[in-house]
């Protein structure tokens, strides 16, 4: 039994997964797995409710940030305008690979812990004519959660062209996303969160909208392992089943995701986003019981992929998270300048809330036993 990762990822992963990251060696472009990689991008569809055959999933070697990299690459021309609503670390990370592209970018910045507002989206959304609008689905940094239904609605019925790119690195297959119906052009998220699999595969998924974008831009696309149009024949003719090579697969991790994302879909989606809630309402419970308080204040506004907790009498992260990992649970410090060792971020996601679930009861233990060591009365019986 090792140290549990209850970090907001990379989570832990099932057996299945592990299995099948130590798998032998297999070649990237014949044999088995030709069926694996095609079935790992059909999967990509289901888990974020997009149909066959609409817009294209993508599968690259990285983590979530190679996602950014293709979205700024290829879908925006150089001094395009961008909006990005603003909720934290990831949301300026975001932000600056648009600029490191020559993209012009525009914050609307939402007060800590506060999600953004449809009306105000909407009222910075006039200013300009924005070629995307980027939304940080869950800021991993504050546990704020965006309402992402309402804003890809309203956004996409007062500006009809702009394209709706969601940051899903910490909400998919945890927080409800539906690719088709809420008319979103990207959602990008990494394999060590939700997805439950290893770090090292990036994982976006393209609407016709945005593949239009790119096909129709005139300016050079300035960027090689990136470029769509090396990937896009390659994922196209990968998912239907002929196989293709532009850069060696990361042929492990493919047929981990596989078994991660086998998993989620045999279990249901919507199971999966209702395990998510239970377990984050669970930990919020615990939180407010040891009388601590989250960044996000509005019930509404907390992801339910991790917690943050601000940490009582003078306590920092550096003190509590090494006697956490001492009592065998790994807990994440703060990000936030100013804050962040006056936060810790507890992560539940993927097999922690769903099959495994003792997991996140251990750690929440072992916060509860970890804060009353270092002279936290707790509020509880
Ligand atoms: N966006 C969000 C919301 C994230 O949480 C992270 C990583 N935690 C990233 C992007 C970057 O992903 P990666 O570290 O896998 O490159």
Redesign the pocket.
């Known amino acids: 039994s090792h140290t549990l990762s209850m970090i ?2 990379p989570i832990e992963i099932h057996d299945s997964v592990a299995q099948a990251m130590a798998s032998p060696s297999v070649p990237h472009v014949a044999g088995p797995f030709v069926k694996v990689f095609s079935e790992t991008l059909k999967m990509v569809r289901q888990v974020l409710d997009n149909a066959p055959g609409k817009g294209q999933p993508l599968i690259l070697s990285g ?3 190679v996602g950014w990299d293709v979205v700024a690459a290829n879908l925006i021309q150089p001094s395009e305008k961008v909006l990005v609503l603003n909720i934290g670390y ?1 949301s300026d ?1 975001f932000a600056d690979c648009l600029a490191a592209y020559g993209a012009s970018v525009d914050h609307v910045r939402f007060e800590l812990g506060v999600a953004p507002d449809v009306d105000r989206s909407l009222e910075a959304l006039k200013a300009s004519e924005y070629r995307a609008v980027i939304i ?1 689905h ?3 940094s504050t546990g704020v959660l965006s309402p992402l239904k309402d804003l890809a609605l309203a956004i996409r019925k007062a500006s009809p062209n702009t394209l709706i790119v969601v ?1 899903g ?2 909400s998919v297959a945890v927080e409800e996303i539906r690719f088709d119906a809420w008319d979103l052009d990207v959602v990008l998220t ?1 394999s ?1 969160k939700g997805l439950g699999a290893p ?1 090292g595969l990036s994982v976006i998924q393209l609407s016709d909208r945005a593949i239009a974008a790119f096909e129709n831009r005139t300016a050079p696309v300035h960027a090689y392992y990136v470029s769509l149009a090396k990937w896009l024949p390659v994922m196209r003719s990968n998912e239907d089943g002929k196989p293709m090579y532009f850069s060696t697969q990361a042929v492990q991790n493919i047929l981990a995701l596989h078994a991660s994302m086998k998993l989620i879909l045999d279990q249901g989606i919507d199971k999966t986003f209702a395990a998510h809630i239970a377990g984050s309402n669970k930990a919020k419970a615990a939180v407010a019981k040891l009388g601590l308080k989250q960044i996000p204040a509005k019930a509404e506004d907390q992801a339910h992929g991790l917690t943050t907790i601000y940490l009582p009498n003078g306590l920092t992260g550096p003190d509590i998270i090494p006697k956490l990992a001492g009592k065998g649970v790994f807990l994440a410090g703060g990000l936030i300048k100013g804050i962040a060792a006056n936060y810790i971020r507890l992560g539940h996601m993927g097999v922690s809330v769903s099959r495994y679930s003792y997991q996140l009861d251990t750690a929440l233990k072992a916060l509860e036993e970890t804060l009353g060591e270092s002279g936290q009365s707790s509020t509880s019986a």
Request: include cysteine; proline fraction near 6%.
């Open positions: 907001p990822g983590g979530g940030t990831f990370g940080t869950v800021d991993t940051d690195v910490c990494a060590q770090a």
